[in-house]
C-alpha cells in the first residue's frame, strides 16, 4: 500500500487504542543497573572508572515514556539491597511512580548488567541468576488497579520464568478487562529461558490477543518455528486479534502490520556510540506519539527517531529524548526511506 493511506496517517489510538490517549502506562518486567565502563569506548576488562544508570529493558521503556512526557508507572520487583535501593532512587529520579515495585524479602538479587560504549564488539556481561523481577506472583498483580491506566506493556522476559509467567499472564488479562490497551515487546533473551522451544510456546500463548506487538527479525523468526518465516509470524497475529504489529528488521527498517494495510519505514541514521536500548527508546517514543494523537506511520518513525537518538549517546534511561529533543530531530531531516 502506498505510505498515504489513510490507515497510516489518520490519528490511530481510536476504537480498541482509543485507551492510549490517558498517556498512562504501566511497565511490567525488570529493572536493574547499567554499569558502563566509562569514558565512552573504553573496555570492561581495563576499565578503572564506571558510570551508573537505570537499566533493564522496562525500566528503560518507563523512563522513554516519562522523557516524552507520559505519566509511566512500573510493576517488578528490585532487590531489598544497595543494588535495589539505586533501582528505585533512579525510578523516582526519572519521575516512574513506583508504588508497585516490591522488595524481595529472601534471595533474589536485582539484575546488574556492565556494558561498554562501543559501535563495534560491544561487550556486556548480564548478571541475572536469582532475579529479582522473576519473583513477581499472582498477588502483587491483583493488588494494581489497572482502571485509568492506558495501556499496560510487558516484556517478553517476563515471561521466562515463575512465577512472573503467571504474574504476567494475569497483567494482561487484568487490563484487558479494565479497557487498558495491552502491549508485548518480544524482548528474547536466550539466557533467560530454559529452552527455544518453550519460549516460542510462551510467548506465542501470550502474544495471541495482545493488541500491540513489536520484536525484531529474529524475535518474530523465533515465534514462526524459522528466521524466514518471522514476517509471516507477525502477519498471522493480526488474524488471531491483535491490532498492530511492529516487525523490526535493524538497518533496514520496519514492517507495520494492521487489519488495514501494511507499510515499511526506514530509519534514521546517526553515527551510534553504541548497539543497546534502540528496542526501549523504540517503544517509548512510538506509544507516546500514539497517545497524542499522531498517525500510525508518523508513530512509528517518531519511534525510530527515537531509538536513533539513544544510540547515539552514552547510556540507555538517559539517552531517551525529550518530546522537544525528538521534535527537533525530526525537523532537521527529512523522512528515512
Known amino acids: ?100 515495585v516490591s522488595l524481595t524479602m529472601t534471595e533474589e538479587r536485582s539484575s546488574l548488567a556492565v556494558v561498554e560504549t562501543r559501535a563495534q564488539d560491544c561487550q556486556s556481561v548480564i548478571y541475572r541468576n536469582g532475579a529479582a523481577d522473576f519473583a513477581l506472583s499472582p498477588p502483587d498483580i491483583a493488588a494494581v488497579d489497572f482502571t485509568g491506566f492506558g495501556a499496560l506493556v510487558v516484556t517478553g ?27 508485548m515487546d518480544l524482548d528474547y ?14 510467548m506465542a500463548m501470550a502474544a495471541q490477543g495482545t493488541d500491540i506487538v513489536i520484536g525484531n527479525d529474529v524475535e518474530f523468526g523465533h515465534l514462526a518455528g524459522s528466521d524466514a518465516g518471522g514476517q509471516d509470524a507477525a502477519q498471522a497475529l493480526i488474524a488471531t486479534g491483535t491490532t498492530l504489529a511492529i516487525y523490526k528488521m535493524g538497518e533496514n527498517g520496519a514492517v507495520t502490520f494492521t487489519a488495514g494495510g501494511t507499510f515499511t519505514t526506514g530509519i534514521y541514521r546517526t553515527k551510534a556510540l553504541k548497539p543497546t536500548g534502540a528496542g526501549d527508546a523504540f517503544m517509548g517514543g512510538f506509544l507516546a506519539a500514539l497517545g497524542t494523537g499522531a498517525g500510525l506511520r508518523s508513530a512509528v518513525l517518531r519511534g525510530s527517531a527515537s531509538a536513533a537518538i539513544v544510540v547515539s549517546r552514552p547510556g540507555c534511561a538517559p539517552a531517551c529524548p525529550t518530546a522537544a529533543e525528538l521534535d527537533s530531530f525530526l525537523a532537521a531531516r527529512p523522512e528515512p526511506t
Do not use: K
Open 1 to 100: 500500500m502506498s505510505p498515504d493511506t489513510d490507515f497510516a496517517t489518520a490519528p490511530f489510538a481510536q476504537g480498541r487504542l482509543a485507551a492510549l490517549r490517558r498517556m498512562r502506562f504501566a511497565v511490567l518486567g525488570r529493572a536493574g543497573m547499567d554499569f558502563y565502563a566509562d569514558p565512552p569506548g573504553s573496555r570492561i576488562e581495563g576499565g578503572r572508572h564506571f558510570v551508573a544508570h537505570l537499566g533493564g529493558s522496562a525500566g528503560n521503556i518507563a523512563a522513554a515514556l516519562a522523557r516524552q512526557g507520559a505519566a509511566a508507572a512500573l510493576i517488578s520487583r528490585v532487590s531489598d539491597d544497595a543494588v535495589g535501593r539505586f533501582v528505585l532512587t533512579e525510578l523516582d529520579h526519572y519521575g516512574i511512580d513506583r508504588r508497585h
Open 189 to 202: 533473551r536466550p539466557y533467560s529461558w530454559p529452552s527455544l522451544e518453550e519460549a516460542r510456546r510462551v
Open 157 to 183: 522476559t517476563a515471561l521466562a520464568a515463575e512465577p512472573s509467567r503467571t504474574a504476567t499472564l494475569a497483567a494482561l488479562a487484568s487490563a484487558r478487562a479494565a479497557g487498558a490497551v495491552t502491549v
